[in-house]
Every structure is written in structure tokens, then in C-alpha cells.
């Protein structure tokens, strides 16, 4: 064939370009806090929760109602736990639905009976807020924490992907 050169590679001959991303990655990580409750809220108990943008929501406990949907007493987000109090699964509920049905965009999820954790909305340390539990005797909190814009994380497992590779055989080099 015409304008054509082969090169034979010994078969023992392999190159390979590798550039090693196994020990670490950056990785964007949003702050998270926890409530836990023993399920006996008072009546007309209040807690705060303030997202990674600043806006600052006020909860309040309701004995009375079982409304959970964001509805509002004053500024305050109904958490209704008629029918619940005396069981800290069923308020931990209660708790986590309220807050999902809030303006804030905090999830809240489940790690046990009545203990939940909840995860900021948006990445970095902004995110890493207070939560004010200080009005609620029978429900701990801790702070949202751990929110960064970049942390390096040593990664177990190794990823090493090739960039080019030559394999054993024979290869062809077209010229133009």
C-alpha cells in the first residue's frame, strides 16, 4: 500500500500512561446537624433552623393539632403532634414532614427512633448554622457542621484511568 510504514513492538513491549486519581478527590460537601426528641413536646415549645442562604425558620410544637404541612401559626411552622406525644418515633415524624414542608429546603432524614439527621440545601460552609433547640425541654440538637466547598477525601478503593496505551502486536502509522 502506498504511503504506509509498520512497526513491529515487541510483544513484551506494553506503555501505558496512567495518571494516579486513586488517593484523592475533592469533594463538595454540604453541612448536616441532628434533633433527636424522647416524643414529649410542650405546647407551644419552639426551636429555629436557619439554612445555608440565612433564611432562619421557627417551628412549634402543637398538642392540639396534627397539621405537619408548613401551615403557619404567626411566623411559626405548625408541627402538630396530636396524637403523638408520648412516642418519639411518631414525633421524630412529625418533626422530619414539618420541616420537609417548610421554605427552608433541609432534608431530614430518619437514623432512629425519634433521631434524625438533617442536610443543608446547599454546599459549603455556610451551611454550618446553629440550631436553636434552647425553648424544647425534651429535644437535643447538634449545630449543622462540616459544610465546606472543597475537602479532600483519601479514596479506598483506586481509579486509575489510562490516557493512551500501546498493546502488544503490530501496528500500523499512516502517513499523509
Same mark, same amino acid.
Given at each position: 500500500?502506498?504511503?504506509?510504514?509498520?512497526?513491529?513492538?515487541?510483544?513484551?513491549?506494553?506503555?501505558?500512561?496512567?495518571?494516579?486519581?486513586?488517593?484523592?478527590?475533592?469533594?463538595?460537601?454540604?453541612?448536616t446537624g441532628?434533633?433527636?426528641?424522647? %416524643?414529649?413536646?410542650?405546647?407551644?415549645?419552639?426551636?429555629?433552623?436557619?439554612?445555608?442562604?440565612?433564611?432562619?425558620?421557627?417551628?412549634?410544637?402543637?398538642?392540639?393539632?396534627?397539621?405537619?404541612?408548613?401551615?403557619?401559626?404567626?411566623?411559626?411552622?405548625?408541627? %402538630?403532634?396530636?396524637?403523638?406525644?408520648?412516642?418519639?418515633?411518631?414525633?421524630?415524624?412529625?418533626?422530619?414532614?414539618?420541616?420537609?414542608?417548610?421554605?427552608?429546603?433541609?432534608?431530614?432524614?430518619?437514623?432512629?427512633? %425519634?433521631?434524625?439527621?438533617?442536610?443543608?440545601?446547599?454546599?459549603?460552609?455556610?451551611?454550618?448554622?446553629?440550631?436553636?433547640?434552647?425553648?424544647?425541654?425534651?429535644?437535643?440538637?447538634?449545630?449543622?457542621?462540616? %459544610?465546606?466547598k472543597e475537602?479532600?477525601?483519601?479514596?479506598?478503593?483506586?481509579?486509575?484511568?489510562p490516557f493512551?496505551?500501546?498493546?502488544?502486536?503490530?501496528?500500523?502509522?499512516?502517513?499523509?
Open positions: 500500500m502506498k504511503n504506509r510504514s509498520q512497526i513491529s513492538i515487541d510483544p513484551d513491549f506494553t506503555i501505558n500512561n496512567f495518571k494516579d486519581y486513586a488517593k484523592e478527590r475533592i469533594a463538595f460537601i454540604k453541612a441532628t434533633i433527636t426528641t424522647t %416524643g414529649n413536646p410542650g405546647n407551644n415549645e419552639t426551636f429555629t433552623l436557619t439554612n445555608a442562604s440565612g433564611t432562619s425558620v421557627t417551628f412549634v410544637f402543637k398538642t392540639g393539632v396534627a397539621t405537619v404541612d408548613g401551615t403557619k401559626d404567626g411566623n411559626n411552622v405548625i408541627i %402538630g403532634v396530636s396524637g403523638a406525644v408520648g412516642s418519639a418515633a411518631a414525633v421524630g415524624d412529625r418533626i422530619r414532614t414539618a420541616i420537609g414542608n417548610s421554605d427552608l429546603g433541609i432534608v431530614a432524614t430518619e437514623t432512629g427512633s %425519634g433521631a434524625m439527621t438533617l442536610t443543608q440545601n446547599i454546599i459549603g460552609p455556610n451551611g454550618n448554622t446553629e440550631i436553636d433547640m434552647s425553648s424544647v425541654a425534651t429535644t437535643t440538637a447538634t449545630n449543622f457542621a462540616n %459544610g465546606d475537602a479532600t477525601v483519601a479514596l479506598s478503593s483506586p481509579f486509575q484511568p493512551s496505551y500501546l498493546t502488544p502486536g503490530v501496528h500500523s502509522i499512516r502517513r499523509k
